[in-house]
Nanobody, 121 residues
Framework: QVQLVESGGGLVQAGGSLRLSCAASGLAFNNYAMGWFRQAPGKEREFVASINRASSATVYADSVKGRFTISRNNAQNTVPLQMNSLKPEDTALYYC??????????????WGQGTQVTVSS
């Protein structure tokens, strides 16, 4: 059974930082690109960042470029997302995803349950 478990969410003031993590199990982790998505209340889920299988390429949404950093640890099957200079508009439920093809342009194969990030002004 595939499981993606997010952690690290919370409440932070604008300008602060949070580090999310996704722990994957039950899948051949090295065979999947990994991504982060988010969904704010009343809005559709949107792409945030992704990283390829070999960690040689990353993609970011324009709204987070330069502030967020995605990485992966293929030995531990984890995908951290470092979020700096947080803004109130970053408030959302953040989801981890595993993608056989690209996360940004393809359809993720597996989703986590999400972790809440709230940024106060």
């Amino acid at each position: 059974q595939v499981q993606l478990v997010e952690s690290g969410g919370g409440l932070v003031q604008a300008g602060g930082s949070l580090r999310l993590s996704c722990a994957a199990s039950g899948l051949a982790f090295n065979n999947y690109a990994m991504g982060w998505f988010r969904q704010a209340p009343g809005k559709e889920r949107e792409f945030v960042a992704s990283i390829n299988r070999a960690s040689s390429a990353t993609v970011y949404a324009d709204s987070v470029k330069g502030r967020f950093t995605i990485s992966r640890n293929n030995a531990q099957n984890t995908v951290p997302l470092q979020m700096n200079s947080l803004k109130p508009e970053d408030t959302a439920l953040y989801y981890c995803a595993a993608c056989r093809t690209g996360c940004r342009t393809g359809t993720p194969n597996y989703w986590g349950q999400g972790t809440q990030v709230t940024v106060s002004s």
